[in-house]
């Protein structure tokens, strides 16, 4: 069982609407989860993090997080043509600083 | 920007040749973690280094083995190159307080191994 999973997509949303990504982990010791946006052919850039139950905003962006069901998610509202991306979740386990990513999801919204 | 840079941008070697690649963490940041990143997948975990000691390992073969500098600074080498080893490899830079730090990515070498 992979430490991380995200369906790879592609996703694809109108400009203007709510664009939801969605992960799961399987431990359930993981203590922070992180989203990093990743563009074609460039390194991952880090939009939010999480460490605890709940949502937390930051602009467009919604993080939420739900510890029982094990999942993470990242809400994009008003979706704009330079969100177009692949979305990487990480997770942190919390013994040692290693992340576990997903193959991420790729991510377009149509003008 | 996240003020971390890799060096060089772009690498070509053939399969059993050996290869350096360099990062320079963000000022302030005390911990680097390498990361290969194969097409269409999420980044692997390679190493970490922690004050210049290696600090949690993925899975990956000694032949992949760093180094980190007094000033943080980090090498990642690769002996005996294999095809399979083309990748983007990634170098992140955090300040480790006691787990979960956020990292901040440098912009990667991409290698091919030919």
Redesign the interface.
């Known amino acids: 069982q992979k430490e991380?999973e995200?369906n790879s997509g592609p996703l694809s949303v109108p400009e203007g609407a709510i664009a939801s990504l969605n992960c799961t982990y399987s431990d359930r010791g993981s203590?922070?989860f992180?989203w990093?946006r990743q563009y074609s052919g460039?390194?991952?850039?880090?939009i939010m993090?999480i460490?605890s139950n709940g949502d937390k905003e930051d602009g467009r962006f919604t993080a939420q997080f739900n510890k029982a069901s094990q999942y993470v998610s990242l809400l994009i509202r008003d979706s704009q043509p330079s969100d177009s991306a692949t979305y990487?979740c990480?997770v942190?386990k919390?013994?040692?600083?290693?992340?576990?990513?997903?193959?991420?999801t790729s991510l377009t919204v149509i003008p | 920007e996240?003020g971390v840079t890799q060096s060089p941008t772009h690498l070509i070697k053939t399969r059993g040749q050996q290869v350096t690649l360099r990062c320079s963490s963000q000022s302030g940041h005390n911990?680097v973690?390498w990361?290969q990143q194969a097409l269409?997948?999420?980044?692997?975990?390679i190493f970490?280094y922690?004050r210049e000691e290696e600090?949690?390992r993925?899975n990956f073969p000694p032949r992949f083995s760093g180094l980190q500098f007094p000033n943080y600074s980090s090498e990642l080498n690769v002996n005996a190159l294999e095809l399979d080893d083309s990748a983007?490899y990634?170098c992140?830079s955090?300040f480790?307080t006691g787990?979960?730090?956020?990292?901040?990515?440098?912009?990667?070498t991409r290698l091919l191994v030919l």
Do not use: C
């Open positions: 991380v995200q203590q922070s992180f990093y460039k390194s991952p850039e880090l993090f460490y990487l990480a942190n919390g013994t040692g600083n290693q992340f576990y990513f997903g193959t991420g | 996240t911990t973690s990361y269409g997948q999420g980044p692997q975990f970490q922690y600090n949690g993925g983007l990634l992140a955090s480790q787990g979960g730090e956020t990292q901040y990515f440098g912009p990667g």
